[in-house]
Nanobody, 123 residues
Framework: QVQLVESGGGLVQTGGSLRLSCAAS????????MAWYRQAPGKQRELVAG???????NYADSVKGRFTISRDSAMNTVYLQMNSLKPEDTAVYYC?????????????????WGQGTQVTVSS
């Protein structure tokens, strides 16, 4: 069973920062690509950032230069550092994982999703 446990969401003012964390089982973390998606009310879900097991990353254009995805092998955890947050970043953020590396570009939709964590950026 794949378990992804997200944490770190919350309310922040425009220009602020948050760090999302996603803990996975060791086997999943070791062999799978990891990616963060988000979905805002009334909008389609979209890829935010992804990272392969080898550390190759990809970002949505809307977050490049502001967000950083990373993975800690010792902790079996993937992080999303979000800086210079904007109201349009407000969404439910989902941690996802899949064996296919194509998920980090959005070419393939991940098979496994966490429960989501709310990020709200006030103006």
């Amino acid at each position: 069973q794949v378990q992804l446990v997200e944490s770190g969401g919350g309310l922040v003012q425009t220009g602020g920062s948050l760090r999302l964390s996603c803990a996975a089982s060791r086997t999943i973390f070791r062999f799978n690509a990891m990616a963060w998606y988000r979905q805002a009310p009334g909008k389609q879900r979209e890829l935010v950032a992804g990272i392969t097991r080898g550390g190759r990353t990809n970002y949505a254009d809307s977050v490049k230069g502001r967000f950083t995805i990373s993975r800690d092998s010792a902790m079996n955890t993937v992080y999303l550092q979000m800086n210079s947050l904007k109201p349009e970043d407000t969404a439910v953020y989902y941690c996802t994982t899949d064996p296919r590396e194509s998920v980090i570009t959005g070419t393939s939709l991940p098979d496994y999703w966490g429960q989501g964590t709310q990020v709200t950026v006030s103006s």
